[in-house]
């Protein structure tokens, strides 16, 4: 288990028709945790097929809700503002979302973070372009995909560096985020640095659209996953909601990723219609030579099968009402026996064969 989510709780926080928001329950955080649900965001990340403005849309209804609450709460006192992370951060609807929320923004920021190459090789990160304001002890409002959290880190130097130049300082930072658990590891020792320039620094707010998952280290069971890039279910915390959609469809688990390419899926369609067909062109090529369990015990986070009592554990679902757990356990069960029943290949072919039908008006004939 991710050392840094053992013994958190997953535990409902606020209902609302558009969405569930749950929070963390881990005293030994510095930071405040939250995974917010919502119909939208399941498609979107169940559904490589969401493309263009329909991923932002997808993201307002569930990001609304949840600055519902915070405001609510008094989280977002004073001023606050944007920063957008240029690229995948460009995804999340935070100015949209606070104006209906009833929020005053005060500045919308932009930074590039952009790759250094040496020829083929990611040897750092530059920021190219910037626009920051400063408003002291106000409130940050970010979005953006966090796998590595390089950009992530990078970028927040960056804002600490020219706040403490002007001496002034933030009362705490909101965080949305599609990402993994390293990102909890950096928002912590952040905090702690944070904190020793700024005492009365709160710390992050951090929001995880459906669940909080996380990154391959190696090339998985097929041989062709992308270390440190692709998300997946190993060590997650899942929003009941999203597993039972995942779940409710036969194919979704077994995507190269949880999200593919934020920036892509929004701006380069083209490029991410040819990176989820490449991923399933070359699962069929290897499907017969695949261990169809192991690859389905991979995508599902645990080696199967377990007991109730472990898979509570492993979930991080014990605070949750028994009756729903009940359900979503003997859902993945019965999951698990149709699924034996199956071969990868014929998920494949199914795939391509849908897929390339609904990205036909994205494609140009010559």
Known sequence: MFKKLQGVELVPEYKHKKASLYRLDANHLNNRYYIVSSEFTCRLLNSPEVVGFECYDSMCNP????????????????????????????????????????????????????????????????????????????????????????????????????????????????????????????????????????????????????????????????????????????????????????LNDDDALFEKCTIYDGGARRYEIPDHYREVSEYWEDVLKIADSVDFKAFTDEKIGYRTPVGYGEWLELNHYNSLDSGLTHDLYEQEQAYLEKNSHRTLKEIAARRLEEFNAAVKKYTVKN
């Not at 400063?134 to 804002?159: E, Q, S």
């Not at 905090?191 to 659209?209: A, I, K, N, R």
Request: hydrophobic share 40%; aromatic share 12%; proline share 2%.
């Open 63 to 246: 990001t609304k809700v949840a600055l519902d609450y915070l405001n609510k709460k008094g989280i977002i006192h004073g001023g606050a503002s944007v920063l957008t992370i240029l690229r995948g951060g460009l995804n999340y609807p935070l100015e949209e979302c606070c104006y209906r929320s009833g929020i005053t923004i005060h500045d919308v920021n932009f930074l590039s973070c952009e790759r250094v190459f040496d020829g083929e090789v990611i040897v750092g990160l530059d920021i190219k372009y910037k626009k920051l304001d400063i408003i002291d002890k106000g409130t940050l409002i970010i979005g953006d995909i966090v796998a590595t959290g390089d950009t992530m880190v990078k970028c927040l130097k960056y804002v600490v560096k020219e706040y403490r130049k002007a001496g002034a300082s933030l009362r705490n930072i909101v965080f949305f985020t599609i990402g993994g658990n390293m990102g909890i590891t950096i928002m912590e020792n952040l905090t702690e640095e944070l904190q020793m320039y700024w005492p009365d620094f709160e710390g992050f707010y951090c929001v995880y659209h459906e669940g909080i998952f996380s990154n391959y280290t190696d090339k998985g069971v097929l041989g062709i996953q992308l270390p440190y890039v692709d998300f997946y279910w190993k060590d997650a915390i899942l929003a009941p909601e999203y597993r039972r959609q995942t």
